[in-house]
């Protein structure tokens, strides 16, 4: 059975249901800086339940004397304002720690004691969100021993069971196929929600409404009228602490994959025949699965990776991929993907869409650019004009959230003389509230049991099909080419566009 979609809720918002939060990996970064932050921020706007508690799965006994604190005094550092002493009493009575191995079954029965205890001295009924914020190579154990132990088992339960999951899922398409296996052998597919906190971003999910609650733009929204599109999500942060993870994963798992394809697939899917979630998600894997398959020669010839050398950012040095920590002596990991790729169905075929996405860039943005085809020149042959501009709609993402549109106009005077102007929307001009993270939108999305903006297993899979071919080329092709940090990317990533006469925009 399916979910609606959150976007249709009516207003004000409802909290949601009594529930106790089982977070695995509770000791580590994500629960720090995003999760608990959330929750703060859900409570903040009455979404979440006033029967709630938190259970905090952990490996290691001493963390868990403080880790109630811990994660509270980190939370403050990612709040908009920190903690009050009502809300830091309110959620440390409510944390509750369990110490145990995630191999070992007496690990989940010290949870099943746990969640008895907190559901009884809190009244959360029995609902469970079981969040897995580990290392992606627990997320099958972990589920296999949740459900040995009988806890996604509904019925038994007398209340709901959701895992959600995170990213990455999966090395690749064989491992996404297993990691969907072990899942769906212990729960149903509408207990699973396999997160990407980018469909969680606002402005991403305004995509979906910019497109279809304005009739203005469905019409041009095509090959007849778009000449192309450039998704870009940039960052100027290098890969910090994380040296471990991303020298085997690299940018095309790590963004391209899960990321990029999204706000792809939301700029190019069709309208769906309703909210409900299934329906959004046909759509938006109907996307994935009409990109051209890349062959060895598209991969030379269409897709760029490239690392970053050492270079200055905002007036600093900083160093090179190679002599980040716990990156493997002369590593080929990419920490920058463009490609070029084609959504071979009825609207797009002919169209390109150029994707494209870096570590250490000039600067952090993410945006989609949809550049129109250009008029006619014909009625300016005859006058100073030279060119024409085509118009752009750009979706700003993140930082600074908007739309704008670049039309030319004409300048004032009695020459005839046009320019490049932008209509523009500004969130933080309209809109009290500023966009979130996506994190709080995604849990409640999960506590109220709206699988929208979670990934199904078909699309996990359907993505990786699509990026295979590269990730199969790249060892018998030449090293990443060098691009120096605080750029925008290697020459050749130019090239691919200036190649078909066209030029990335300068966010
Ligand atoms: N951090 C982020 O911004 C993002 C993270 N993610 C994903 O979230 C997940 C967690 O990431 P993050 O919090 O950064 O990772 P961390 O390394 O900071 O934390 C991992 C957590 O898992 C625990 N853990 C590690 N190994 C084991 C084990 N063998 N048995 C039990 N527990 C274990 C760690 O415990 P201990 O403290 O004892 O080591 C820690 O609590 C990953 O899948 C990551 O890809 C996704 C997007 C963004
Ligand atoms: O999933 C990930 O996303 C972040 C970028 O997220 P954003 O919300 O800050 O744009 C990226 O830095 C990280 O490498 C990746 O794993």
Redesign the pocket.
Known sequence: MSTANGSLRPLPIAPADPAVFVGFGASGDLTRRKLVPALVNLRRTGALPAAFAFIAVIRQADVGKSLADDVLKAADEHLDSPLTQEERDWFLGRIGVVVGDVEQPILYADIAARLTELQASHGTGTNALFYLATPPQLFAPIAAGLGKAGLLDEAAAHGWRRVVVE?PFGHDLESAIALNRALSGVMEERQIYRID??LG?ETVQNLMIFRFANSIFEPIWNRRYVDHVQIT?A?S?G?GT?GGY?DEAGALR??VQ??LFMLLALTAMEPPISFDADAVRDERLKVLQAITPFTRAMVERDVVRAQYAAGRIKDADVRGYLEEDKVAPGSSTETFVALRLQVENWRWAGVPFYLRTG?RLAK?V?EIAVHFRQPPFMMFRDTAVRSLNCNVLVIRV?PEEGITLEVDAKVPGQALDLKTVAMDFKYDEVFAQTPS??YETLLYDALTGDQTLFHRADSTEVSWRAVMPILEAWPSQSRPVCYAAGSWGPEEAHELLERDGRAWRRP
Do not use: A, L
Request: overall charge positive; charged content about 40%; aromatic content about 10%.
């Open positions: 990213k906190h980018y971003k999500v960052e942060d890969i994380r991303y790590d963004m899960n990321h570590k952090r993410s993140q993270t996506g």
